[in-house]
């Protein structure tokens, strides 16, 4: 258990824009922060970050809440897990107590695999360093590769021992579930027998952004030809390879801060680089280029730089998936190394310097680097020549910027020296194919609907919703603020008619809405706002010093999805956004006390229509030809609010 000591210090530290600044990459947006949403895959940035109200909410799925509930959507941590990882990144100590075989057991499985996985981690980190298989062999290899001790503790680098079940048998012994042992691929399991999936081999740690271990690539050190070089963990409910890039968790500030990262192939190519001063490099681990890695890059930067060595197959093989790249609006460099070098070994012969200054004078604009080696492959051949335009113009078409196509079609006309006509006429022809594709898709997605589709009444404005959400808002923001509030006494003056006489009185603006709803007898008729007002209140009652972050991490995810709704909706425009579409937003109300009188009026205003209306009906519906009661009720309720509109006029 962590105390709620050490859970206070926690949320007093934690800042929400810097914890979801190690994951997203965030631009400043008036008071808030904007970026492109992590859990959906967009172009423009719907995901917003409040450092005043310490809270996010991501628009394109309805998501939101503290760092906290961050850190359990996204990294999918439990609360306990969320609250130490953020005491480990505010250097916060945490007290924990060792978990029981029977506490492993209860663990979800889920959380199970990432315990095998963090335990399969400290055990390889082990056998590398105080055994002597482990130092003479796997110790051995890292140094000759040129990795300092400093490396080797910073990627947790290991070793698995040439043993069948040395792993497997260690992690029964310590309590840990053979059936977990067996998903995370870890062990493999057949009929009666057990083995080491990664025997004999040196251990790199594949981990999520936030630093789990996902899974592990096994390199084998021997000379064995029937034995696959790299092995990698198998998929399962942690680790899904097209969703991860080896590295990410070490490069990911750096890739924000420099804005520009490096792609490489290789788990060691990542470590070199790293080791050598460039720290915004990461590796698809030797495996195709997917959407999904390309979207991790993409929330921290629109600039990737793709490494490539001499080996003229892999590189034409490479160029193929770098179009995922351009689909996403990405810029994209290559840079290539001499011929027998890759970015481990040049890495490995150059300072940081000089391998700096090679980057940036070899890097070339993908599309422009594209042309040029395809096209010297093909000049003597016009067949091959004709397949390499359509190629690049395929390439170009992917790009969703129509200034950025123009200019690249301008610039192979000058490399494969051919007319700007010809390559404009073959783009316009993939386009119009794409489109045409697009369209009859649409039409059939239409025709289906059309099937189900249903004439639906203009929608009405739920004026009673909008108000009670209002009052939740007031409650959240201001409910421990003290104001001077003008209350309305009703007063018959000299001549006998009903007036409202203003009285100022101080309190706190939660006492003052609840007094007001009490008064007037007036009931939520939404159930969630209704729940989220008593609960909001009692809140504030035993809390002098309620802070709205700390209350948002006790409410459950619903409601804090609700509430980051209600808290973000103003402000999800800025005030350029608004003039962009022609809407010229009035300034909120200054008073915070002006803003509750208006609402409760409001509020007042509309149920007093609502109880007309149903004494209306009454009277339509009654036998008798005229009901002087309900007519006596009518005038009174119209007449209080023709006094209640007064007052909202003055206020507005």
């Known amino acids: ?204 740690p594949i981990k999520s952004m936030s630093g789990r271990v996902l899974g592990f690539g096994g390199r084998i050190l021997t000379n064995d030809k029937k034995a696959a070089k790299y092995v990698n963990s198998p998929e399962s409910d942690i680790y899904h390879k097209s969703n991860v890039l080896y590295g990410i968790y070490h490069a990911k500030q750096s890739i924000a801060k420099e804005d520009n990262c490096y792609l490489v192939e290789g788990y060691t190519d990542v470590i070199q680089f790293y080791q050598a001063g460039v720290e915004n490099v990461v590796s698809s681990s030797g495996t195709a280029l997917t959407s999904e890695q390309i979207r991790l890059v993409n929330r921290l930067t629109k600039n990737i730089t793709v490494l490539f060595d001499g080996d003229a197959a892999g590189m034409r093989a490479s160029l193929r998936g770098i179009d995922l790249i351009l689909e996403q609006g990405m810029n994209v460099k290559v840079c290539t190394f001499p011929e027998g070098e890759d970015p481990d070994s040049f890495a490995k012969q150059n300072t940081r310097e000089e391998l700096t200054l090679y980057l940036n004078e070899n890097a070339k604009d993908f599309i422009q680097f594209k042309a040029s080696v395809l096209f010297e492959e093909s000049k003597n051949d016009p067949i091959k020549k004709a397949d390499t335009v359509r190629d690049i113009v395929n390439s170009i078409s992917k790009i969703p910027d129509r200034i950025k196509k123009e200019i690249y079609i301008q610039e192979c006309a000058r490399i494969m020296d051919i007319s700007e006509e010809v390559l404009f006429s073959t783009l316009a022809q993939i386009n119009k194919k794409e489109f045409q594709e697009d369209n009859r898709q649409f039409k059939k997605n239409q025709k289906a609907f059309e099937v189900i589709k249903h004439e639906q009444p203009v929608e009405k404005v739920d004026v009673q919703y909008v108000l009670e959400r209002k009052i939740i808002e007031v409650l959240l923001l201001y409910g421990n603020k003290v104001e001077d509030f003008e209350d309305l006494v009703l007063k018959e003056n000299d001549k006998g008619e009903l007036v409202l006489e203003p009285v100022i009185h101080q309190s706190k603006v939660f006492e003052k809405i609840f007094l007001d709803l009490q008064d007037d007898e007036m009931e939520f008729s939404n159930t969630q706002f209704k729940t989220l007002y008593y609960s909001i209140i009692d809140a504030l009652n035993q809390n002098p010093d309620f802070e709205l972050k700390s209350y948002i991490n006790t409410v459950d995810n619903q409601t804090s999805n609700e509430i980051t709704t209600i808290l973000m909706e103003d402000e999800r425009y ?79």
């Not at 309900?630 to 209080?640: A, T």
Request: aromatic share 12%; proline share 2%; charged share 30%.
């Open 574 to 652: 800025t005030l350029d956004d608004w003039k962009r579409m022609n809407i010229f937003p009035k300034e909120k109300i200054q008073s915070v006390a002006q803003l509750v009188s208006e609402t409760i009026l409001s509020l007042r205003c509309f149920l007093i229509d609502q109880k007309v209306k149903e004494f209306q009906q009454e009277t339509l519906q009654s036998k008798n030809d005229v009901n002087r009661n309900i007519l006596e009720e009518v005038k009174d309720y119209s007449g209080l609010k023709m006094l209640l509109s007064r007052k909202l006029n003055r206020v507005l």
């Open 1 to 204: 258990m962590i105390s709620a000591t050490t859970i206070d210090q926690v949320f007093d530290a934690t800042r929400v824009e810097e914890v979801i600044g190690d994951f997203v990459n965030l631009k400043k947006a008036g008071s808030n922060f904007k970026g492109l949403s992590p859990f959906s895959d967009e172009r423009s940035p719907s995901f917003m970050v409040s450092p005043v109200k310490q809270i996010w909410k991501d628009f394109s799925t309805g998501k939101g809440g503290t760092a906290v509930s961050f850190l359990m959507e996204h990294e999918h941590f439990t609360y306990p897990e969320a609250i130490k990882y953020l005491a480990k990144k505010y250097n916060i100590e945490v007290e924990e107590t060792e978990q029981s075989n029977e506490q492993k057991e209860q663990a979800n499985e889920r959380e199970s695999l990432y315990l095998v996985s963090e335990f399969a981690n400290t055990y390889f980190q082990k056998i590398l360093q105080k055994t002597d298989q482990g130092k003479s062999i796997g110790l051995s290899y890292f140094k000759e590769r040129g990795f300092t001790q400093e490396t080797i503790e910073k990627f947790d680098l290991g070793y698995s021992l040439d043993e069948w079940q040395a792993f497997t048998d260690e992690a029964l012994k310590q309590g840990y579930n053979i059936d977990y042992l067996q998903k995370t691929g870890l062990t493999i399991v057949k009929e009666d027998k057990r083995f080491d999936r990664f025997k004999g081999r040196v251990m790199f």
